[in-house]
């Protein structure tokens, strides 16, 4: 299947190590042809993307604060300037507090509310709308959401309900962007072993239980992860828009632990 996305250029947002989600669907893209460009926030995260973008043949790196509007326009002017358009983009940006992810949700504060609310949903509307001015012959968005948008999953607290903000969102921006043949989906995986997910309180324990109650009795991978943002983003997602495709297992489908373990 080599070269599905050949000829392809795209921006990639939120890789903070080797092991983040934003990775694994980077090294897919890249073994598929795609021209990648890195945006990274800040000195110390740049010195971890460089040699992973190295490593797959770019040397396109932004320093982009998703919460600064020049920052942002600084962005989308160098892809502008440098490659003209671009195909696709991938959005793999979330924060919270992390003390507040430990607790009760009801003990929210107004603040991390507003920051988790901005920089894990609203950022993915204002990348999006200035990408789209570089989609003149159409392109594909794709964002990361999880399951604790539908479902109350511990301690994920005030990430669910911006997660679902997300997800909500997806959907206006696919019909926004629909008549101009963008297509706009989120990838929805399990539990990982992610610097973002080790900052969720119980995360082992939430990571074992849906591998020994999915139905697969597996967690996805960054592999199955980054193919099926290569669908998504190819064009054999030409008709395929609007979707939170979830990547658990089909831990999803699950209403009480297997037999086994209840």
């Known amino acids: 299947m080599a070269g599905l996305m050949t000829g392809k250029r795209g921006l990639v947002?939120?890789?903070?190590?080797?092991?983040?989600?934003?990775?694994g669907i980077a090294k897919a893209l890249h073994a598929e042809g795609a021209a990648l460009?890195?945006?990274?926030?800040?000195?110390?995260?740049?010195?971890?993307?460089?040699?992973?973008?190295?490593?797959?043949?770019?040397?396109?790196?932004?320093?982009?604060?998703?919460?600064?509007?020049?920052?942002?326009?600084?962005?989308?002017?160098?892809?502008?300037?440098?490659?003209?358009q671009i195909d696709f983009l991938v959005h793999a940006i979330a924060y919270s507090d992390k003390k507040e992810l430990t607790g009760r949700f009801i003990n929210t504060s107004r603040e991390n509310f507003k920051t988790s609310l901005s920089i894990s949903c609203f950022s993915f509307i204002d990348v999006a709308r200035r990408a789209a001015e570089l989609m003149p012959e159409g392109g594909s968005l794709i964002t990361l959401t999880y399951q604790g948008s539908t479902r109350v999953t511990p301690y994920y607290n005030v990430m669910g309900v911006a997660k679902a903000a997300l997800e909500s969102s997806v959907l206006y921006l696919a019909n926004d962007?629909?008549?101009?043949?963008?297509?706009?989906?989120?990838?929805?995986?399990?539990?990982?072993?992610?610097l973002a997910g080790a900052a969720i309180g119980g995360a082992r324990k939430t990571y074992r239980f849906t591998e020994e109650?999915?139905?697969?009795?597996?967690?996805?991978t960054l592999e199955s992860i980054g193919g099926t943002a290569v669908y998504l983003l190819s064009d054999y997602g030409a008709c395929t828009s609007g979707e939170i495709i979830?990547?658990?297992?089909?831990?999803?489908?699950?209403?009480?632990p297997q037999p086994e373990n209840l």
């Open 13 to 23: 947002m939120g890789v903070a190590n080797d092991h983040s989600i934003a990775w």
């Open 37 to 84: 460009a890195f945006s990274y926030q800040g000195e110390a995260f740049g010195k971890r993307v460089e040699p992973l973008a190295a490593s797959v043949n770019s040397e396109f790196l932004i320093d982009v604060d998703v919460q600064d509007d020049a920052s942002l326009d600084a962005c989308f002017t160098r892809l502008r300037a440098e490659w003209g």
């Open 177 to 194: 962007l629909g008549p101009q043949g963008i297509r706009v989906n989120a990838i929805s995986p399990g539990p990982m072993r992610t």
């Open 213 to 220: 109650n999915a139905p697969l009795r597996a967690n996805a």
């Open 246 to 256: 979830r990547v658990d297992g089909g831990f999803h489908v699950i209403g009480m």
